[in-house]
C-alpha cells in the first residue's frame, strides 16, 4: 500500500456529489468515518464498498477506491435509486429519504415538489436545499415514513405544527393541533395544589367566588368543593372523583369528559352545564332536605350515569340522549322536554319521575326498571 491512499466518497445511492479524501494509514475507525462526516457534510455511520459489501476497518480499503457514506441505512445500488432517493438539505441538516415517502400526502406541498422534477438549488452534494427548521422537520418526515406522529420530549410540537401547515399535511395538522392545545391547556390551567391554597386562604363565613377559572385536567379528586361558585369554570377532563360538590354552582361550566364518579352534588346548581362524556357513575344528587340538584338544559350526552342517584333532580330539557342510566335512581326526578333518545334504563327507579314531553325513541327498558305508568 501507498503511504498515502486517495479514495472518492459519495452520499449511499449516488453517483454525484463526490468527494475526495485520503485515508489514515492507522488510528480509530471512528475517528475516519468524523473525517468522511466532516468532509460530506452528513452524519457518516456506515461505509459501502461499490459491490455494496460493508467495511470498518482503513485496512481494508484499497488506493482510489469508490466509497459510499451511509448515516445508517443499508447499502442504495446507485444505478437502480438514482431516480427515487432524494438527500433533502434542511437548514444545514441532510435527511436521506424516498420520493414515495415524500409524495405520500397527495396534496401537500412536499407531494407537489417530488411528483415530478423539482427545480430547486442544491448543495455541492447534489441535495436539494429546503430553508426549513431540521428539529421540526425530522417528526414531519418520520410520520410521512411509518404513518405514526413521534416527537421528542424537548421537540416544540407547535413548531412541528407549522412545518405540517407549510407543507400542507393536512393528515397531520389536526393531531398536532390536539398536542399544542393540550399543552397550552396545561400551562395556564390550575394546579391541585393552586387550588388547595386557594380553599386554605378562603375564609369560612364568606362563599368562595371561583367563576370563570380554567381548571381542565386538574386533579381535584377527594376535595370539598362545596358551595362554592364555579359558574361558566372549564373542568374538561378533570379529576374530581370522590369530591364534595354540594351546593356548588356550576351554571354553564363545562364539564366534557370529566370523571365525576362517587362525587356528591346534593343541591348543586349545574343548569346549562356541559357533561358530555362524562363519568358520573355512582354520583350522589339526591338531598333529602328539599334542596334539589338544577340540571335543566345541561347537556349529558354519551354520559355514564349507572347507579347515579338523581332522586328529585332537575333535569328539565336536560340532553341525556345515549347515556348509561342503568340502575339509575331518578325517583320524582323533573324530566319533561328531557330528550333520552337511545338511553340505557334497565334497572332504572323512575317512580314518580315527570316524564311530560320527553323523548323517549328507542329508550332501552326491562323488567327490572320502574316506571312513573307502572
Given at each position: 500500500?501507498?503511504s ?34 466532516e ?6 455511520r456506515r ?33 437502480t ?16 429519504t ?32 429546503v430553508?426549513?427548521?431540521?428539529e ?5 418526515l ?13 421537540t ?21 393541533q ?7 391547556r ?16 378562603s375564609?369560612v ?38 369530591a364534595?360538590l354540594?351546593n ?5 361550566s ?24 362524562a363519568?358520573l357513575?355512582?354520583?350522589?344528587f339526591?338531598?333529602?332536605g ?8 345541561a347537556?349529558l350526552?354519551?354520559?355514564?350515569l ?33 330528550d333520552?333518545?337511545?338511553?340505557n334504563?334497565r334497572g332504572?327507579?323512575?317512580?314518580k319521575?315527570?316524564l ?9 327498558f326491562?323488567i327490572?326498571?320502574?316506571?312513573p305508568?307502572?
Amino acid at each position: 500500500m501507498s503511504s498515502r491512499r486517495r479514495v472518492t466518497l459519495f452520499p449511499n445511492g449516488y453517483k454525484r456529489g463526490g468527494r475526495v479524501i485520503f485515508v489514515p494509514n492507522q488510528g480509530p475507525w471512528r475517528e475516519f468515518l468524523n473525517q468522511c462526516s466532516e468532509r460530506m457534510n452528513i452524519q457518516v455511520r456506515r461505509i459501502f464498498v461499490a459491490e455494496g459489501g460493508e467495511i470498518n476497518d482503513v485496512d481494508f480499503i484499497e488506493p482510489n477506491e469508490v466509497l459510499y457514506c451511509s448515516e445508517g441505512e443499508d447499502f442504495v445500488c446507485p444505478s437502480t435509486s438514482s431516480n427515487e432517493w432524494v438527500t433533502l438539505n434542511v437548514g444545514g441538516r441532510c435527511f436521506s429519504t424516498t420520493k414515495s415517502t415524500l409524495t405520500r400526502d397527495a396534496g401537500s406541498m412536499l407531494a407537489k415538489m417530488f411528483s415530478n422534477e423539482w427545480a430547486s438549488q442544491r448543495d455541492y452534494n447534489g441535495s436539494y436545499m429546503v430553508d426549513r427548521t431540521p428539529e421540526y422537520f425530522a417528526p414531519v418526515l418520520n410520520f410521512l415514513r411509518c404513518g405514526s406522529l413521534v416527537i421528542d420530549d424537548d421537540t416544540n410540537a407547535e413548531g412541528v405544527l407549522e412545518e405540517a401547515i407549510f407543507f400542507n399535511l393536512t393528515e397531520l395538522i389536526e393531531p398536532l393541533q390536539q398536542i399544542v392545545d393540550k399543552q397550552k391547556r396545561k400551562q395556564t390551567s390550575l394546579t391541585r395544589k393552586e387550588m388547595i391554597s386557594i380553599l386554605l386562604a378562603s375564609s369560612v363565613n364568606s362563599p368562595l367566588r371561583c367563576q370563570g377559572l380554567d381548571l381542565a385536567g386538574c386533579d381535584l379528586s377527594k376535595l370539598d368543593l362545596s358551595y362554592i361558585n364555579f359558574s361558566m369554570t372549564n373542568f374538561g377532563g378533570a379529576n374530581l372523583k370522590y369530591a364534595n360538590l354540594d351546593n356548588t354552582v356550576m351554571k354553564e361550566s363545562n364539564l366534557e369528559g370529566a370523571d365525576l364518579q362517587f362525587a356528591t352534588l346534593k343541591g348543586a346548581n349545574l343548569c346549562r352545564a356541559n357533561l358530555e362524556n362524562a363519568n358520573l357513575r355512582s354520583a350522589n344528587f339526591e338531598d333529602r332536605g328539599g334542596q334539589k340538584a338544577n340540571l335543566e338544559g345541561a347537556v349529558l350526552k354519551g354520559a355514564h350515569l349507572e347507579d347515579c342517584n338523581f332522586s328529585g333532580a332537575n333535569l328539565r330539557a336536560a340532553n341525556l340522549k345515549g347515556c348509561n342510566l342503568e340502575n339509575a335512581n331518578l325517583r320524582r326526578a323533573d324530566l319533561a322536554a328531557a330528550d333520552l333518545e337511545g338511553v340505557n334504563l334497565r334497572g332504572a327507579n323512575l317512580t314518580k319521575a315527570n316524564l311530560i314531553g320527553a323523548n323517549l325513541v328507542g329508550a332501552n327498558f326491562d323488567i327490572r326498571t320502574t316506571t312513573p305508568w307502572g
